[in-house]
């Protein structure tokens, strides 16, 4: 079983930062891939940055020099470092998961920017 758990979501002024984790509390599972997507009110889903076993990254260009992803892989878990946050960076963040074919969603943390 795969439970991903975020945290680290809240509001935050304009050029703040907040730090997202994500951890993976019952599977011992090496995830192929592991990373973040958001969704604001009214929009689609969408990719905030990815980060295979291997190192490869992948950011949005929205977050590219704002944003840092991480794993740590024993752990099973990935971090979201999000500086000068703007108000757009508003949404419910998600934690991702792929292994092999399949793939897992958390439940998602909220992220507010807002003076």
């Known amino acids: 079983q795969v439970q991903l758990v975020e945290s680290g979501g809240g509001l935050v002024q304009p050029g703040g930062s907040l730090r997202l984790s994500c951890l993976d509390s019952?599977?011992?599972?090496?995830?192929?891939?592991m990373g973040w997507y958001r969704q604001a009110p009214g929009k689609q889903r969408e990719l905030v940055a990815t980060?295979?076993?291997?190192?490869?990254?992948n950011y949005a260009d929205s977050v590219k020099g704002r944003f840092t992803i991480s794993r740590v892989e024993a752990k099973n878990s990935v971090f979201l470092q999000m500086n000068n946050l703007k108000p757009d960076d508003t949404a419910v963040y998600f934690c991702?998961?792929?292994?092999?074919?399949?793939?897992?969603w958390g439940q998602g943390t909220q992220v507010t920017v807002s003076s």
């Open positions: 980060l295979t076993s291997g190192g490869i990254t």
């Open positions: 019952r599977s011992a599972f090496s995830f192929d891939v």
């Open positions: 991702n998961a792929i292994l092999g074919p399949r793939g897992f």
